[in-house]
């Protein structure tokens, strides 16, 4: 394991944060409940982190033969073509993704415990399906041999740099307190604005890498 592979890693780590679901449940929970959010906010997270974790670690130990099964494919030169077709279409479509204007993200329908567990494991299926840098950051600890420790360790790591930035606005609000009102108001707006600007640049970054991976073999 080396510095260049943590960076990498920690990228799509920073990426994978502009997931706009976490941030604005978080939002949601601190402008709406004032009693016990600090609970239902950490079981909220610790379930979207552990979700990933869990999905991680399943794919990290069942990922060598999917990976080899993969790299025999990609280099037939019909698939490469289809390959570099589809990341070439994935790559224009992203500039053409509006925002979605007045978007609804999911709030939890009460505030009890299972509630919180419940709406975690929701955000994370739904947004599983889109979370290319994770994968693209198991794929490249799976090619990089490391040990079972290295490699539980990075993913530990990047679940926290997922969760990390409603932890830090979490923090905010307990330093500042109601000062926090106007802008939490302010950052849900944005979310639910440009909710679609994130998934254009994932999409974008998807097809960058598809293309990338098929030139050789074309």
């Known amino acids: 394991m080396n510095a260049e592979l943590l960076l990498l890693i920690g990228g799509l780590a920073l990426l994978d944060t502009l997931s706009p679901s976490t941030l604005g449940v978080t939002v949601y929970l601190l402008l709406t409940d004032k009693?016990?959010?600090?609970?239902?906010?950490?079981?909220?997270?610790?379930?979207?982190?552990?979700?990933?974790?869990?999905?991680?670690?399943?794919?990290?130990l069942g990922l060598d033969f999917l990976f080899d099964a993969f790299s025999g494919i990609i280099q037939n030169r019909i698939v490469s073509w289809t390959i570099f077709i589809v990341g070439s279409i994935l790559f224009i479509v992203s500039f053409f993704i509006p925002a979605k204007k007045n978007s609804e993200l999911p709030t939890p329908k009460s505030k009890s415990i299972v509630s919180m567990v419940a709406l975690g494991f929701t955000t994370s299926i739904i947004e599983v399906g889109t979370a290319f840098?994770?994968?693209?950051?198991?794929?490249?600890?799976?090619?990089?041999?490391?040990?079972?420790?290295?490699?539980?360790?990075?993913?530990?790591?990047?679940?926290?740099?997922?969760?990390?930035?409603?932890?830090?606005?979490?923090?905010?609000?307990?330093?500042?307190?109601?000062k926090m009102q106007k802008p939490l108001e302010k950052i849900r707006l944005k979310i639910t604005e440009h909710s679609g600007s994130a998934l254009s640049w994932v999409i974008c970054i998807v097809g960058i890498i598809l293309i990338f991976n098929s030139l050789d073999y074309l």
């Open 35 to 60: 009693w016990k959010v600090t609970q239902r906010l950490f079981i909220y997270l610790i379930t979207v982190a552990g979700f990933y974790f869990s999905i991680g670690v399943f794919l990290m």
């Open 133 to 178: 840098p994770y994968f693209a950051a198991i794929g490249i600890m799976t090619s990089s041999n490391l040990s079972w420790m290295e490699w539980s360790a990075i993913l530990a790591g990047y679940n926290f740099i997922m969760v990390l930035p409603p932890l830090m606005l979490f923090l905010l609000y307990l330093m500042i307190g109601k």
